[in-house]
Nanobody, 124 residues
């Protein structure tokens, strides 16, 4: 069964950091671009960052540029999202998704597999 599982969310104070992880089971991530998305209460889901299958190309939403860094370790079948200088407006459920083809979604990919999400809350 193809599955993505996010971890690393939690409660953090403004200005703090978190590192989210996305683990794949049932398939290897080598051939997939990976995207991180988030959805805050009452808001639409938005793309946060994405990384190509090789890791050579990354993309970030303007709201997180300079604060978030996406990376991947294909040997470990993992993708990460390092989030620094967190703000209350970063509070959301964060999802990772795998894209095996180009498309019209965030970063120019078509995302086929989604995780269940991990909650990130930024509050003092």
């Amino acid at each position: 069964q193809l599955q993505l599982v996010e971890s690393g969310g939690g409660l953090v104070q403004p200005g703090g950091s978190l590192r989210l992880s996305c683990a794949a089971s049932g398939f290897t991530l080598d051939y997939f671009a990976i995207g991180w998305f988030r959805q805050a209460p009452g808001k639409e889901r938005e793309g946060v960052s994405c990384i190509s299958s090789s890791g050579g190309s990354t993309n970030y939403a303007d709201s997180v540029k300079g604060r978030f860094t996406i990376s991947r370790d294909n040997a470990k079948n993992m993708v990460y999202l390092q989030m620094n200088s967190l703000k209350p407006e970063d509070t959301a459920i964060y999802y990772c998704a795998a894209a095996g083809a180009y498309g019209n979604s965030f970063g120019g990919y078509e995302y086929s597999y989604w995780g269940q999400g991990t909650q990130v809350t930024v509050s003092s």
